[in-house]
């Protein structure tokens, strides 16, 4: 069966709306989201336009910052210093990858903790391996949604994840270990991918290879996650095969339309929380 993240995205949505209304009808203040874009990268250009549309659809306020392509280090940090010295400003987004001649990990350094709505930042990554509260991955967060929609008890299964990025596969580890499932982490030089993901009860693929998983590779009843998103001839893949794998699969999320609008539904309820916890 399809898992339809774009109807779950709308029904965490309207519950993050009801919130944003109560919190801005008691305090008199929206949930604010700041997104800086340096260049003019067109698929940069969509994502940027998305969130900040996403942001206004559940009533937070966006301020998108467009600096041009020629920008300095400073230029960057100094008006991400400006927005967190803001207490209007909940959360900050730098949309990478930043044009090359830019330090893209001293700049996303400098955004406070307190509004690391990616949950990408050092601080938030210790409390995500310490299991404290804290911002968690947009993507890895989304993802352990998806499954738990499917009403599947991740506890005490077999996942497998490919893929070991920071944004993705790594963190997503971590998110299933905390829901007890048992992880298996594969890589660009992992031996044989298929003799694990045959025993995988949960699979999640965030490599960027069109297609890469064939139904072959799946046993049948398996949860399939599909991360990826390839461009080809205009067209989006996934990582997945959804032809061959979405006959064995128990649940399955497609491409378009599964994990991609989760992502910035948990970016809404990272940006509420940091609201909750910005009194001014
Ligand atoms: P990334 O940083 O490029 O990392 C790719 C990972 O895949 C690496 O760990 C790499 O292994 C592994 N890999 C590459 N080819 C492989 C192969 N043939 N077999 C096994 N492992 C392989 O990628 P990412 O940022 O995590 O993104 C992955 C995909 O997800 C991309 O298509 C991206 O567009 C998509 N994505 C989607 C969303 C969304 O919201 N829908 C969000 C983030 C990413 P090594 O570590 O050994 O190099």
Redesign the pocket.
Known sequence: MKIDGKLLSEKIRAEIKEEVNLITDKEGRAPSLSVILVGSDPASKIYVGSKGKACESVGMKSNTFELPENSTNKDVIELIEGLNESGKVDGILVQVPLPKHLDQERILKTISPNKDVDGFLESSVGKLYLNQDGFLP??AW?IVELIKSTGTEISGKHAVI????????KPLSLLLLRENATVTV?????TN?ANHTKTADIVIV????KE?LTGDMVKDGAVVID????RVDGKLYG?VNFEEVSKKASFITP?PG???P???TMLLKNTLKARLANKD
């Open positions: 947009c993507t989304g490919i893929g070991r990025s920071n944004i993705v596969g594969c890589h660009s030089k992992t991918i965030a490599i960027g290879q890469f991360v990826g998103m390839n990582d491409v599964g994990v991609g989760m992502t910035i």
